[in-house]
């Protein structure tokens, strides 16, 4: 049955069948998503860049992130939108991210954004602000959706919830060397004078920050009263720790193919 829901004027088709992979911060979720979006010719949501979105107004515009009505506020009136490298829709990877019809990619993705997008999106408010608009990239022939409650509270009825976990360490290396191929290829700031004087004392520092930092993400996101990150009771749980992107992409394609998801 072709069923379309409409909800607070957003047609919402149920139809769509949605693969949901969840998962604490670098553990690969984003590469995974965006390769079984490609391989299956599925639209794809990155639901961190809406948080990180909502961040980054908050922090230029210097609204307290602890300020709920405003953070809302700006969640609620925020202009995104997202593009591929073509300028078109929304699905194709690498994905550009546009608010109030600004290309702000580089700056959602810099590691400063990180904590604030974090704390904005342990408010109630911001999330509801957000949910409808997560459900409105459900559309056919399906859906992969990435984030941290894709699987329990957006998506709960999703075909497949991947939960893509990592050992703290391998996810800030990760991340580091994220962070580190941005900035070899220009679209993240050059390091400081004071990085220049003590490269390999600080590329140290540097990865202790990030350990920290992604410590302090987990911690916020695993013991917030709403939407914690945790996996769904239905979800597989991955630890790709010891494996490639493309040992964790077989594995998943193998559990799509077992359900008879895709073409
Ligand atoms: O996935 P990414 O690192 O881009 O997400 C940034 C932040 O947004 C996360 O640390 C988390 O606090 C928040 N987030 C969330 N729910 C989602 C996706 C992201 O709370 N579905």
């Given at each position: 049955m072709n069923e379309t829901r409409v909800s607070r004027g957003v047609a919402v088709s149920s139809l769509a069948d949605v693969i949901a992979i969840d998962g604490p911060g670098a553990s690969g979720k984003g590469t995974l998503a965006s390769r079984l979006a490609a391989a299956l010719g599925w639209h794809l949501l990155d639901s961190g860049a809406l948080y990180r979105v909502v961040g980054l107004i908050a922090q230029r515009r210097g609204i307290?992130?602890?300020?709920a009505e405003s953070v809302a506020e700006a969640a609620r009136n925020a202009d995104i939108a997202f593009k591929d490298s073509a300028g078109t829709l929304p699905d194709a990877s690498p994905i550009r991210v546009f608010v109030g019809g600004i290309d702000e990619t580089d700056a959602i993705r810099s590691a400063e954004v990180e904590q604030p997008a974090s704390r904005v999106a342990a408010v109630p408010a911001v999330r509801e602000a957000l949910f409808v608009t997560q459900q409105s990239f459900r559309r056919p022939p399906g859906l992969v959706a990435d984030g941290r409650?894709?699987?329990?509270?957006?998506?709960?009825?999703?075909?497949l919830k991947i939960f893509l976990t990592a050992s703290v360490e391998a996810r800030a290396q990760r991340r580091f060397e994220q962070l580190k191929d941005r900035e070899a290829s220009g679209s993240l700031r050059a390091p400081s004078d004071s990085e220049h004087e003590n490269p390999a004392g600080s590329l140290d520092a540097e990865l202790r920050a990030i350990r920290a930092s992604t410590e302090a993400r987990d911690e916020r996101d695993r013991t917030?009263?709403?939407?914690?990150?945790l996996p769904a009771p239905d979800a597989v749980t991955i630890d790709?720790?010891?494996?490639?992107i493309d040992d964790v992409m077989a594995a998943v394609m193998a559990l799509v193919q077992e359900r008879g998801l895709g073409r």
């Open positions: 307290d992130f602890d300020d409650d894709m699987g329990t509270v957006v998506f709960p009825d999703a075909r917030r009263p709403v939407s914690p990150l790709s720790t010891e494996m490639s």
